[in-house]
């Protein structure tokens, strides 16, 4: 029994640095929302992390993942983030800590802490760049040079953004003598609709959204198709273009077919001008034989759905 119980202390207790600098730029399985409080917009943001840490000590040398909930004042450009920080090295063993840190103005300050396979304790600083989208990057465990940074957070109401979405439609009914000048002698025509799904915020403004075109066209023959867009301009007036289908140029050998495209990202503001007065838009489609216009339409009142 003696024997075994000097066994059991035989290992000696030791202290030794701990250090790593790290990167975790790979971003997946992100989830964020924002909210408003009485001082800004609050970014709230669980993700995962992963990259590589780097150390002479084998258990902080290795393939790094993040898992952390951050949540961020970007008015104010302060919030706080808690965590896990896991290293796992090829040879096996490796730390998983546990680590709490403010955030002011895109870097990261904390402590770590873990109980480290062998019976042992991690206690260490914990610094970096970052941004809740992009990750950690230029990042040192238990080194480095951070300014001191402490954040206080009051629990309380925060009215979360809301998107509303919305869908209108408008009919089209182009035709050669819509076009200016007239396209004389063509004998072609086209009908469908162009589509407007936008997002509004919790105040009713839009915030952006989509243009779906979708187009059946009908030539005599053979027609080469250069563009399918929407111009602002009132009738009989040419105007700029404001959203291109994106069609490229292709040629239909019998002169039947349709066109559907999709346009992202376009602005609130543009959606906004659109919605507001219709009447002041139209849509061309465009030929190699009529590079001006071939088919034209005004814009009709959207109808909601």
């Given at each position: 029994m003696a024997t075994g119980i000097a066994a059991a202390w035989s290992r000696q207790q030791a202290t030794?640095?701990?250090?790593?600098?790290?990167?975790?730029?790979?971003?997946?399985?992100?989830?964020?929302?924002?909210?408003?409080?009485?001082?800004?917009?609050?970014?709230?943001?669980?993700?995962?992390?992963s990259g590589t840490a780097t150390s002479s000590n084998t258990q902080l040398n290795g393939p790094l993942e993040i898992r952390a909930h951050s949540v961020v004042n970007t008015t104010e450009g302060l919030g706080w983030l808690d965590g896990t920080f896991r290293v796992r090295p090829a040879s096996g063993g490796g730390v998983n800590a546990s680590f709490h840190a403010a955030i002011a103005n895109g870097n990261l300050t904390g402590l770590a802490t873990a109980g480290?396979?062998?019976?042992?304790?991690?206690?260490?600083?914990?610094?970096?760049?970052?941004?809740?989208?992009?990750?950690?990057?230029?990042?040192?465990?238990?080194?480095?040079?951070?300014?001191?940074?402490?954040?206080?957070?009051?629990q309380g109401s925060c009215t979360k953004v809301k998107q509303v979405k919305g869908t209108f439609v408008s009919r089209l009914d182009l035709?050669?003598?819509?076009?200016?000048?007239?396209?004389?002698?063509?004998?072609?025509?086209?009908?469908?609709?162009?589509?407007?799904?936008?997002?509004?915020?919790?105040?009713?403004?839009?915030?952006?959204?989509?243009?779906?075109?979708?187009?059946?066209?009908?030539f005599p023959g053979s027609v080469t198709i250069t563009g399918l867009t929407l111009n602002q301009g009132n009738r009989g007036v040419n105007g700029p273009k404001l959203v291109d289908a994106g069609t490229g140029t292709f040629t239909d050998a019998d002169g039947h077919g349709n066109v559907t495209k999709v346009v992202t990202g376009v602005t609130g503001s543009q959606l906004t001008s659109i919605l507001a007065n219709p009447h002041g838009y139209y849509v061309t489609l465009t030929t190699s034989a009529n590079p001006n216009g071939a088919l034209r339409d005004q814009l009709e009142t959207p109808q909601r759905k």
């Open positions: 030794q640095a701990a250090s790593a600098t790290f990167t975790a730029a790979s971003v997946s399985q992100l989830r964020s929302s924002t909210c408003t409080g009485s001082d800004g917009t609050y970014q709230d943001t669980n993700a995962v992390y480290v396979h062998d019976g042992g304790k991690l206690v260490a600083s914990l610094s970096s760049a970052f941004t809740q989208a992009g990750g950690f990057t230029s990042g040192n465990l238990g080194t480095g040079s951070a300014t001191n940074t402490g954040v206080l957070f009051t035709n050669p003598r819509e076009v200016v000048p007239p396209v004389t002698g063509l004998r072609a025509s086209a009908n469908g609709s162009v589509t407007f799904d936008v997002t509004r915020d919790s105040s009713g403004a839009i915030t952006g959204g989509n243009v779906v075109f979708y187009v059946n066209y009908d």
